[in-house]
Nanobody, 119 residues
Framework: QVRLVESGGGSVQPGRSLRLSCTASISFINLHLMAWYRQAAGKQRELVAEIHDNGYIVYAETLKDRFTISRDNAKQMLYLDIDDLKPEDTAVYFC?????????????WGQGTQVTVSS
């Protein structure tokens, strides 16, 4: 069973920075697309950013100034750097992957990591 595992969440003050990490139980070469989503309480899950295995990146238009997605295939890590955190960034952040090669057509979600921004 393929697993994605997030880490790095927590409670932070507004204006601080945070790095979220995600790793997978399969090689990243089998995940042609990886992404971060978030879901605030009472709201729908929304895309934060996605990164393709060729390096192509898409950000949610309203978030691109403070969020940076990156992936390190050698280290098997996906990252999301968040700068200048705001209370409205409070949400559960999920790692997402789409398979390729032997995992073609399959999608995977992590269980999420909570980020709470408050003073």
């Amino acid at each position: 069973q393929v697993r994605l595992v997030e880490s790095g969440g927590g409670s932070v003050q507004p204006g601080r920075s945070l790095r979220l990490s995600c790793t997978a139980s399969i090689s990243f070469i089998n995940l042609h697309l990886m992404a971060w989503y978030r879901q605030a309480a009472g709201k729908q899950r929304e895309l934060v950013a996605e990164i393709h295995d060729n390096g192509y990146i898409v950000y949610a238009e309203t978030l691109k100034d403070r969020f940076t997605i990156s992936r390190d295939n050698a280290k098997q890590m996906l990252y999301l750097d968040i700068d200048d955190l705001k209370p409205e960034d409070t949400a559960v952040y999920f790692c997402y992957g789409e398979g390729t090669r032997n995992y073609r057509g399959r999608t995977y979600w992590g269980q999420g990591t909570q980020v709470t921004v408050s003073s």
